[in-house]
């Protein structure tokens, strides 16, 4: 199964710093044992543009469409056996002790 995994900060880190891995022995790991497939740090929220049409017109407006604290910083693709896999590889991830993993499965459409 392929997982989008969303890399975000949030407001509440874990209190202990020194617990969280490290980044490039995880990516490391990953793409050794084939469970990442792609990722990258995605630019800061100031870099961003949102696109929307309506009635037909485009609206461009600068920075992320949610005003929020908490923002996607990166991103990784997931091949795991199933969701318990990939939750084992976002729990390793520096970012599940900093901020937090979002894991959505990609939609069968077949």
């Known amino acids: 199964m392929k997982f989008m995994m969303f890399v975000c900060t949030d407001t ?11 980044i ?29 049409v309506r009635g037909g017109e485009l609206l461009l407006s600068d920075g992320p469409f949610a005003e929020t604290k908490e923002v996607i910083a990166g991103f990784d693709i997931l091949e795991c056996a199933d969701l318990d896999e990939a939750i084992e590889v976002a729990r390793a991830h520096p970012m599940a002790y900093g901020g937090r993993i979002e894991l959505r499965p990609f939609a069968d459409l077949d």
């Open 12 to 22: 509440e880190p874990d209190t202990d710093p020194d617990a969280a891995p490290d």
């Open 24 to 52: 490039e022995q995880w990516v490391a790991e990953r793409d050794a044992r084939g469970q990442r497939l792609e990722g990258s740090v995605l630019a800061p929220p100031s870099g961003a543009t949102t696109v929307r």
